[in-house]
């Protein structure tokens, strides 16, 4: 069992704007990774009211010159509720010199925390 602590926790306010966090990770790969990617979430009031209104986490895989050239979103699910862990397995369509992991919020109202990134490759 795995258990959360929100105190340390990254916490990100709904200000109706867009607030995130990055983090860019020096890790190349090829086409055809197989990759594990996990993050939890518990939320408190967030609502998705604009199209524009997000609650999410990306993958930005980029190339040499650092511009995109894929990427994974996966979405958490608005309003209230406990920790919700997301987790998937991917399959590289390109090659890549490094990639960010990306945690954003836009919401009216409300506050999300974030915890347990995880970004691992498998055989």
């Not at 990759?35 to 609650?55: F, G, Q, R």
């Not at 369509?93 to 974030?114: H, L, M």
Request: charged share 20%; glycine share 6%; proline share 5%.
């Amino acid at each position: 069992t795995t258990g959360y602590l929100s105190c340390c926790s990254l916490r990100l306010p709904g200000l109706n704007k867009l607030v995130y966090l990055y983090q860019a990770v020096s890790s190349a790969g090829k086409i055809g990774f197989r990759l594990y990617i996990s993050l939890s979430s518990k939320a408190d009031n967030v609502t998705l009211v604009l199209p524009s209104d997000v609650y999410m986490g990306e993958l930005i895989f980029r190339d040499r010159a650092n511009r995109p050239t894929e990427v994974f979103t996966f979405t958490f699910t608005p309003g209230t509720h406990d920790w919700e862990k997301l987790q998937y397995t991917i399959v590289t369509t390109k090659d890549y010199y490094n990639f960010v992991f990306r945690i954003s919020v836009k919401s009216p109202t409300g506050v999300a925390w974030f915890d347990n990134a995880t970004v691992i490759r498998l055989p």
